[in-house]
Nanobody, 121 residues
Framework: QVHLVESGGGLVQPGGSLRLSCAAS????????MGWYRQAPGKQRELVAP????????AYADSVKGRFTFSRDNTNNTVYLQMNSLKPEDTAVYYC??????????????WGQGTQVTVSS
């Protein structure tokens, strides 16, 4: 089994910062892809940024460019999302997604449980 555990969400004022973490554990052979999504109330889930392979390729959504920074710690199978200059429209549940090849040789897509980010004064 594979688990993704997210942490770091909370309530922050506009202009503030938060750092989200997502740690993958379990029967992992390789992590082919990890990314962050978010879903605001009444809206579809949107891709915020994918990180592929060893973390060298990142494509940010236009709405977060220049404010959010993604990074990955391959040693600990952990991905981070540093969010600066937060805006009320960033309010959403943030989800981590990972495409993982398991020790059994099969590849699956896994989701974290989600962490709430609320930007409000």
């Amino acid at each position: 089994q594979v688990h993704l555990v997210e942490s770091g969400g909370g309530l922050v004022q506009p202009g503030g910062s938060l750092r989200l973490s997502c740690a993958a554990s379990g029967s992992i052979l390789t992590i082919d892809h990890m990314g962050w999504y978010r879903q605001a109330p009444g809206k579809q889930r949107e891709l915020v940024a994918p990180i592929t392979g060893g973390g060298g390729s990142t494509a940010y959504a236009d709405s977060v460019k220049g404010r959010f920074t993604f990074s990955r710690d391959n040693t600990n199978n952990t991905v981070y999302l540093q969010m600066n200059s937060l805006k009320p429209e960033d309010t959403a549940v943030y989800y981590c997604n990972a495409v993982i090849r398991t020790l059994g040789g099969k590849t699956y897509s896994y989701w974290g449980q989600g962490t709430q980010v609320t930007v409000s004064s």
